[in-house]
């Protein structure tokens, strides 16, 4: 009887210096449970009955009829359209983005948002869920229709009356685009740069009096590929530097376009004499 005291005394002070809870064997529903289970502190939970271990048990929301989920996720690499476009501006806005806005959400776009979660915390997922978009959102401002369309892709107005019948480039200075419509049918359509306040491109009807494949400004000594004048020194042509920048600059009078491809197949099939509306 001594011995059994002075091994119980032993157990309860091996309890009472490491911080241990001691269980005593127990039976239930005829049979033995589990070996004694000794829970020490600081240390990884041993395996329970199942396999699992105590931080696997449900938690107080799922015990309480609710379930405990990840954050939503609102967008991912391969998803488009406009909220991708405001996801981009915002990431632009904190340099952690400098291409676009697309409204692709690419490999770039992924990477930028994880940079971001990774400088604030979150997990790096790539993926922008709620929690990762409030953090943005209230790290920015609400871009504005520029900043969403910077390098272009923005739908074009509906056509001016005047560029319904006949060959017509008609440039629209409010949607920046430019329509090349063939008796009223729209053959393509492209985003378009202008002058700036200094050096405004000229509005009016006029006509396509010179085209020059590879020319180049006597003026301010820019090339000027694929012009196509049809008011003074002022042509529709392709800009590498809207290419590079996009609205963040200006022409000086011109009407730029950014999309070489684009701009090279309206050269081949625009003609000396083709009307060019220009309106807003």
Not at 36 to 47: I, S, W
Not at 202 to 215: A, L
């Amino acid at each position: 009887m001594r011995r059994s005291i002075i091994a119980l005394a032993g157990t309860a002070a091996l309890a009472t210096v490491c911080g241990c809870t001691v269980q005593t064997p127990d039976t239930q529903d005829g049979r033995a449970r589990p070996p004694v289970h000794v829970d020490v502190t600081g240390t990884t939970p041993a395996p329970g009955p199942s396999g699992t271990t105590p931080d696997d048990k449900p938690s107080a929301a799922r015990t309480s009829g609710t379930t405990s989920t990840a954050p939503a996720v609102l967008w991912r690499r391969g998803d488009s359209g406009r909220d991708v476009r405001e996801l981009q501006a915002r990431l632009r806005q904190l340099a952690w983005l400098f291409e676009g806005p697309t409204g692709l959400y690419g490999a770039a776009t992924e990477e930028a948002v994880k940079g971001f979660q990774g400088k604030r915390g979150l997990p790096r997922t790539g993926t922008t869920d709620r929690v990762t978009w409030d953090r943005l959102v209230g790290m920015t401002r609400e871009p504005g229709e520029w900043e969403l369309y910077l390098m272009g892709g923005q739908p074009a107005a509906a056509p001016d009356a005047r560029c319904l019948t006949g060959r017509v480039l008609c440039i629209d200075k409010t949607s920046r685009t430019l329509r090349w419509m063939i008796d009223g049918r729209t053959v393509s359509t492209m985003s378009v740069r202008f002058g700036s306040q200094y050096t405004p491109t000229r509005e009016g009807v006029f006509r396509v009096y010179w085209k020059s494949r590879d020319h180049v400004s006597t003026l301010y000594h820019t090339p000027m590929p694929y012009a196509m004048f049809f008011s003074g020194g002022q042509a529709v042509h392709y800009s590498a530097d809207f290419a590079a920048r996009g609205y963040a600059g200006a022409s000086h009078g011109c009407v730029n376009v950014r999309d070489e491809t684009a701009v090279a197949a309206l050269f081949a099939q625009v003609r000396g004499g083709d009307k060019v509306v220009v309106s807003w």
